[in-house]
């Protein structure tokens, strides 16, 4: 599975910016997708997740700011992000968790794309 995101950039605090990811490869195995980030001198963290049926998953510090969604025809998942704050400048990368037969879960990435919230 490959994954290119795009979509980061530099916004003002309250802004908008909406990343992308597209999937290719083996994307049949691909169970879950989402979107994580690190900040300089931090652990990555998971920002949200969706399922293939359309569950998802937020971070406490998103929750009602950002919101993903996922094309499955499209093999792509989008993170839209509302009312950024200066706290959410982080690279931000793209995550598919694939299971193989056998039942082995893998993770796969996207390179990372910086989005920086400044004034």
């Known amino acids: 599975v490959q994954l290119q995101a795009s979509g980061g950039g530099l916004v003002q605090p309250g802004g908008s910016l909406r990343l992308s990811c597209a999937a290719s490869?083996?994307?049949?195995?691909?169970?879950?997708m989402g979107w994580y980030r690190q900040a300089p001198g931090k652990q990555r963290e998971l920002v949200a997740a969706?399922?293939?049926?359309?569950?998802?998953n937020y971070a406490d510090s998103v929750k009602g700011r950002f919101t993903i969604s996922r094309d499955n025809a499209k093999n792509t998942v989008a993170l839209q992000m509302n009312s950024l704050k200066p706290e959410d400048t982080a690279v931000y990368y793209c995550?598919?968790?694939?299971?193989?037969?056998?039942?082995?879960?893998?993770?796969?990435w996207g390179q990372g794309t910086l989005v920086t919230v400044s004034s």
């Open positions: 995550n598919a968790k694939s299971l193989l037969s056998g039942g082995t879960w893998v993770d796969y």
């Open positions: 490869g083996s994307i049949f195995s691909i169970k879950l």
């Open positions: 969706i399922a293939s049926g359309g569950i998802t």
